[in-house]
């Protein structure tokens, strides 16, 4: 199958966001450019892992002193819903992170998920699993970070007893030998 490729180099806006209610909830990763707009969806935990290594990524480069990616660099968080239509291009499998050392961007790659994905594919191929690359500032990628950071923590409220997500009409806790706790 031919593999789709969906650039953005600084795009408009990249962000991670959620559709759905919590405890249901579809995450993504949302580039736009213009009125081309590319949503992928992803798991949560991909998401606070991404935003880790990203943070990881710009400390040491600001410990090096690259110029920009200090975290004073971000005035402002973007909080708005994502970009309609979201129409899932494809389901995220693999995240790469990397540095552009000649334009001072960082560049993002998502994989699509696949069965029979070769981690040494080629990236020139013309077959293989669908790629997003997204190159974007390094205050863009803090500002990703802290928006990122608020999307993961916004889901339910974790029990005090076990750490569990708590729905609604609570839920049966290890801690408490299976009895609800509301």
Excluded: Y
């Excluded at 990703?144 to 889901?155: H, I, L």
């Amino acid at each position: 199958m031919p593999r789709h490729r969906f650039l953005f180099d600084i795009p408009e806006r990249f962000v991670a966001g959620t559709v759905g209610d919590p405890g249901n909830r579809t995450f993504f990763l949302q580039a736009r450019e213009g009125g081309r707009i590319v949503s992928v969806a992803l798991e949560k935990v991909q998401v606070a892992v991404l935003a880790q290594r990203l943070t990881e990524m710009l400390d040491e480069l600001e410990r090096r002193g690259i110029e920009g990616t200090d975290a004073d660099a971000v005035t402002e968080t973007d909080v708005t819903p994502l970009d309609e239509p979201i129409n899932e291009v494809f389901r995220v499998g693999t995240l790469t992170l990397g540095w552009d050392t000649q334009d001072h961007l960082v560049l993002l790659e998502a994989r699509e998920q696949t069965e029979d994905a070769d981690e040494d594919e080629d990236d020139e191929s013309e077959e293989g699993p669908d790629l997003l690359r997204v190159r974007i500032t390094p205050p863009a990628a803090r500002a990703f970070v802290a928006r990122a950071v608020r999307v993961v923590a916004s889901g339910r409220p974790p029990c005090p007893l076990c750490g569990e997500p708590l729905d609604p009409q609570g839920h049966l806790c290890p801690r408490r030998n299976g009895h609800r706790l509301n």
